[in-house]
């Protein structure tokens, strides 16, 4: 298994301005993903975080809006840049494992309200 | 693309009582199928999960059958408890899972009354 922190874990941020997610996994991880559950909604998935190189998007998300860096086996960032009310969601950080990888652990997540 | 639809709620319901939530999907090829659950204040676990038609996955006493046939994956358990109120989110993957990130219903809030 593995064990999945962010940081923060909630934050109220005004618009216009940018925030800084960090994902930390306690153990070897093969996959890393980001995703975006907005309220009363379902989870969404931002991007594939890949080691190394830039990551894989989805439709809809872009790398100036969503930059993600994972310069680690274990760590990942997400950046929300110039945050509008819209992106107020709650954000999780995802992994894989070695040793199962059909199951994706999930950090707590990071509640965003932005005013 | 792919898409998943399950029975939003809340389902409310009396200890000791019998659910089904319905899950089904659109996807192409044979896609792994999974149940997560987000209980009050805590992160998205993995309940079940089930990697070929015909598969059942169970776990504390929920099971789910992947029917590729009617493309469904409906949660079941016998006997329902207190604690077993949560939030239910049914979720697939593309084939050979791993690689690729999930794609979510829209969670079902399960409500479970003593």
């Known amino acids: 298994s593995a064990v999945i922190s962010q940081k923060p874990s909630r934050d109220i941020c005004q618009r216009g301005t940018s925030l800084t997610i960090q994902c930390q996994v306690d153990s070897q991880v093969t996959m890393m993903f980001w995703y975006r559950q907005q309220p009363g909604q379902s989870l969404t998935l931002i991007a594939t975080?890949?080691?190394?190189?830039?990551?894989?998007?989805e439709s809809g998300f872009v790398i100036d809006k969503f930059p993600i860096s994972r310069p680690n086996l274990t760590f990942s960032t997400l950046t929300v840049s110039n945050m509008s009310p819209e992106d107020s969601s709650i954000y999780l950080c995802?992994?894989?494992?070695?040793?199962?990888?059909?199951?994706?652990?999930f950090g707590p997540g990071t509640r965003l309200t932005v005013t | 693309g792919d898409s998943v639809t399950q029975m939003e709620g809340p389902v409310t319901l009396s200890e000791e009582a019998f659910l089904t939530i319905n899950c089904t999907y659109t996807?192409?090829?044979?896609?792994?199928l999974f149940w997560y659950v987000q209980y009050p204040g805590e992160g998205l676990q993995l309940l079940l999960k089930?990697?070929?038609?015909?598969d059942k996955g169970s776990n504390k006493g929920f099971e789910a059958t992947y029917r590729k046939e009617t493309t469904s994956f409906h949660l079941e358990k016998g006997s329902v408890q207190v604690s077993d109120s949560a939030v239910y989110f049914c979720?697939?993957?593309?084939?050979?899972?791993?690689?690729?990130?999930?794609?979510f219903g829209k969670g079902t809030h399960l409500i479970i009354q003593p």
């Open positions: 996807a192409t090829g044979y896609p792994s």
């Open positions: 995802s992994a894989t494992t070695p040793q199962s990888s059909y199951e994706q652990y």
């Open positions: 975080a890949n080691q190394g190189s830039e990551a894989t998007y």
């Open positions: 979720a697939l993957s593309a084939p050979g899972g791993g690689a690729d990130g999930l794609t």
């Open positions: 089930a990697t070929k038609a015909d």
